[in-house]
Structure formats: structure tokens, C-alpha cells
T-cell receptor
Framework: EAGVTQFPSHSVIEKGQTVTLRCDPI?????LYWYRRVMGKEIKFLLH????????ESGMPNNRFLAERTGGTYSTLKVQPAELEDSGVYFC??????????FGDGTRLSIL | RKEVEQDPGPFNVPEGATVAFNCTYS??????FFWYRQDCRKEPKLLMS???SGNEDGRFTAQLNRASQYISLLIRDSKLSDSATYLC???????????FGSGTKLNVKP
């Protein structure tokens, strides 16, 4: 089965621009998670979808971040406008309920 | 206090050595526990789930101690390819949220 795929793998943008990250979960996985790892820190939870519904978005840093999962399939995470502190690696993971998560390769985001 | 705490290391061990990592968690209601492995600049990959009775997978043994709220990972006969960062992951009630430790770095030397 295909794994979790994320696009793009790298993104370099200037402060103030907009970037949209995409995640395609493993087929049949209702749960989709977004995480972020900034330099030197641990991976931190951003939010959790169950199908198309946001189950928990308590980890979203601020209202510049918007996540969607239309139709309960793929998800997008938009950062608008991007700030320097948003740089890091954004991971997406998916799972069946109660099962371990499978991670995508991550999107390395650099804000200049 | 962090939800999950790990010794960052690095643990530098020779090939063939046995090495053990611990990880403590703060929420006594946590239900599921996992060890993930992360290679440099790669995504985390599931190494093994951790069950109450303890479980073993080849050279890897995981243990859970609910009373003291820690999990452990033991690696026997270390290989060069075991060099990586090992992440302890603990989930909350209802599987909604997963908390990651900062990772323990292992370097296995020839």
C-alpha cells in the first residue's frame, strides 16, 4: 500500500508570503495529524482530523495557520502570511483509530 | 513539565553492545506507547508498540512500567545501522493526541 505522501518536500519562501502544504494519507485511514518540528526542538502536535472534521486543533500556533481536509481525503495546511519562526519540518501522519501513526517524509519549510 | 521526557544523549556505544533508553511520561491516563526511530533528515518510522506485558522484536525489547510512568527500549547486539534518534511517543485518552519526546540519539561505532 502507498504510504503517507507530502508535497512539496521542500519550500523556501519569503516572510509575508503564503505557502500551502499538502498531505495524502494512507487510503482508509480516517485519522490525519499534522506535526511540526522546529530546529532543536521536539516534534509538536498541531492538529488532528477524523475524516473531514477537526477533532483537536489545540496545537495550532495562531490564526495564520489554516488546515482543511475536504471530503475526508487529503489535507492542506496553509500558512498566511508566513513568519520567520514558522520555519521547520512539517510532518503529516495518518492512522486507523487506535493504531500507530504512519508518517510522511515531511515538508521542510524555510522562511527567509 | 513536559508530557514526555527523554535523555537526549548521545549514547555512543561499540558494535555488539547492549544499550537501553528510558522515557518518562506525565499523564497517568495515557493509553498507548510507541517507540519510533528517526534517521537524520527523515520522517519518524514506527519501531514498535509497547504493551503492558512487555514485548520483544528480534534484538529490541520494550517495557512499560505504569506505576513509575516510564517506558524503556533495550537494544541488544547493536549494529552500525541502529544509529539514529529514538523517539518515545505517548498518546492521550481517546487516541486524540500524541506526544513526542525530544528523542535519544544513538551512535553505534565500529
Amino acid at each position: 500500500e502507498a504510504g503517507v505522501t507530502q508535497f512539496p518536500s521542500h519550500s523556501v519562501i519569503e516572510k509575508g508570503q503564503t505557502v500551502t502544504l499538502r498531505c495524502d494519507p494512507i487510503s482508509g485511514h480516517d485519522n490525519l495529524y499534522w506535526y511540526r518540528r522546529v530546529m532543536g526542538k521536539e516534534i509538536k502536535f498541531l492538529l488532528h482530523f477524523v475524516k473531514e472534521s477537526k477533532q483537536d486543533e489545540s496545537g495550532m500556533p495562531n490564526n495564520r495557520f489554516l488546515a482543511e481536509r475536504t471530503g475526508g481525503t487529503y489535507s492542506t495546511l496553509k500558512v498566511q502570511p508566513a513568519e520567520l519562526e514558522d520555519s521547520g519540518v512539517y510532518f503529516c501522519a495518518s492512522s486507523r483509530t487506535g493504531q500507530p501513526q504512519h508518517f510522511g517524509d515531511g515538508t521542510r519549510l524555510s522562511i527567509l | 513539565r513536559k508530557e514526555v521526557e527523554q535523555d537526549p544523549g548521545p549514547f555512543n556505544v561499540p558494535e555488539g553492545a547492549t544499550v537501553a533508553f528510558n522515557c518518562t511520561y506525565s499523564n497517568s491516563a495515557s493509553q498507548s506507547f510507541f517507540w519510533y526511530r528517526q534517521d537524520c533528515r527523515k520522517e519518524p518510522k514506527l519501531l514498535m508498540s509497547v504493551y503492558s506485558s512487555g514485548n520483544e522484536d528480534g534484538r529490541f525489547t520494550a517495557q512499560l512500567n505504569r506505576a513509575s510512568q516510564y517506558i524503556s527500549l533495550l537494544i541488544r547486539d547493536s549494529k552500525l545501522s541502529d544509529s539514529a534518534t529514538y523517539l518515545c511517543v505517548v498518546n492521550s485518552i481517546n487516541f486524540n493526541k500524541f506526544y513526542f519526546g525530544s528523542g535519544t540519539k544513538l551512535n553505534v561505532k565500529p
